[in-house]
């Protein structure tokens, strides 16, 4: 269970494919998202002929005004960044002091991804059953492993954790987040207290318990992070009205700077008192406290 040690709140600024396919717009993003004290600027890697098959990828987009292409592959295709782009985007965070990051969506994204050697690779929740891909970050990668919950049932959660216990990567290696997978998702489905079960079954099994948020506004995150989730995932992008699926769902830049102030005044106040009356208490005490004659 969790034990009220909190450690400081690290806040994932999910940029996705947010930058709508332009190189400039990414690394604006990531100035963004430093700017506002995001700790991990992230994006999204697929290779989209392995990820989909013939029929998904030629089927006209449901969506024409947020696809960049009229089919879905080719709006994917669209999105898509070279590894090579993902080198220099890792390259220009490191330069600003800011972590990158990337979630991946199938092996060969994987080791694309892994070559680069980030610090961590997230799995989607769309994803998190891809053993073969699963395999490829276990036993191929040496970094950290973060891997979401969303639309997963708890007997493929376990499977998932013991999958990475079999070579003894779960408890340091892997970084599990409570999710719900929608966009948005109302606050009465977000089930916060999933971070609870998280770590009465894991706690002890992983390295640490993230919540990945897709509601709307700032309010329920320090909930989350009060519950334990040490890592905050919130998607961000510079404009909600901007053409794409996951913009309405995602922070403007003073949302996400408002909540990491929050979060970051949550940690420094989730404390004991080192004594019984603080220094602060002391003065009015002695003003104020009641007497008897």
Same mark, same amino acid.
């Given at each position: !269970?969790?034990?009220?040690?909190?450690?400081?709140?690290?806040?994932?600024?999910?940029?996705?494919?947010?930058? !709508?396919?332009?190189?400039?717009?990414? $690394?604006?993003?990531?100035? !963004?998202?430093?700017?506002?004290g995001?700790?991990?600027?992230?994006?999204?890697?697929?290779?989209?002929?392995? $990820?989909?098959?013939?029929?998904?990828?030629?089927?006209?987009?449901?969506n024409?005004?947020?696809?960049?292409?009229?089919?879905?592959?080719e709006?994917?295709?669209?999105?898509?960044?070279?590894?090579?782009?993902?080198?220099? +985007?890792?390259?220009?965070?490191?330069?600003?002091?800011?972590?990158?990051?990337?979630?991946?969506?199938?092996?060969?994204?994987?080791?694309? @991804?892994?070559? +680069?050697?980030?610090?961590?690779?997230?799995?989607?929740?769309?994803?998190?059953?891809?053993?073969e891909?699963?395999?490829?970050?276990?036993?191929?990668?040496?970094?950290?492993?973060? $891997?979401?919950?969303? !639309?997963?049932?708890?007997?493929?959660?376990?499977?998932?954790?013991?999958?990475?216990?079999?070579?003894?990567?779960?408890?340091?290696? $892997?970084?599990?987040?409570?999710?719900?997978?929608?966009?948005?998702?109302?606050?009465?489905?977000?089930? +916060?207290?999933? @971070?609870?079960?998280l770590?009465?079954?894991?706690?002890?099994?992983v390295?640490?318990?993230?919540?990945?948020?897709?509601?709307?506004?700032?309010?329920?995150?320090?909930?989350?992070?009060?519950?334990?989730?040490?890592?905050?995932?919130?998607?961000?992008?510079?404009?909600?009205?901007?053409?794409?699926?996951?913009?309405?769902?995602?922070?403007e830049?003073?949302?996400?700077?408002?909540?990491?102030?929050?979060?970051?005044?949550?940690?420094?106040?989730?404390?004991?008192?080192?004594?019984?009356?603080?220094?602060?208490?002391?003065?009015?005490?002695?003003?104020?406290?009641?007497?008897?004659?």
């Amino acid at each position: !269970m969790f034990d009220f040690n909190y450690k400081a709140p690290k806040v994932i600024a999910e940029i996705g494919c947010n930058h !709508m396919g332009e190189f400039e717009i990414a $690394l604006e993003l990531i100035r !963004m998202a430093k700017e506002a004290g995001a700790d991990v600027a992230k994006f999204q890697k697929r290779n989209n002929k392995e $990820l989909l098959t013939e029929e998904q990828y030629n089927t006209p987009h449901p969506n024409p005004w947020n696809s960049y292409g009229p089919t879905y592959g080719e709006h994917r295709e669209y999105l898509e960044f070279t590894t090579e782009q993902h080198g220099e +985007l890792k390259k220009y965070c490191e330069s600003i002091g800011v972590t990158y990051a990337t979630s991946v969506w199938e092996t060969t994204s994987a080791r694309e @991804i892994a070559s +680069l050697e980030p610090e961590f690779i997230k799995v989607p929740s769309a994803c998190n059953n891809h053993f073969e891909m699963l395999k490829v970050l276990r036993d191929e990668y040496k970094g950290d492993v973060h $891997l979401s919950f969303g !639309m997963t049932t708890q007997e493929e959660e376990e499977e998932i954790v013991r999958f990475f216990e079999e070579t003894g990567a779960a408890k340091g290696r $892997l970084v599990i987040y409570s999710c719900t997978s929608g966009y948005p998702v109302p606050f009465k489905d977000v089930c +916060l207290l999933e @971070i609870n079960r998280l770590y009465a079954k894991y706690g002890d099994r992983v390295q640490a318990i993230g919540f990945s948020g897709h509601h709307l506004g700032i309010g329920i995150d320090i909930a989350a992070y009060t519950l334990g989730a040490h890592w905050i995932e919130r998607h961000f992008t510079k404009d909600r009205t901007w053409k794409g699926t996951d913009h309405a769902a995602s922070l403007e830049q003073p949302g996400l700077q408002k909540l990491i102030r929050n979060l970051h005044q949550a940690h420094e106040s989730l404390q004991f008192k080192n004594q019984e009356i603080l220094a602060i208490e002391q003065v009015q005490r002695d003003k104020l406290k009641y007497r008897t004659r």
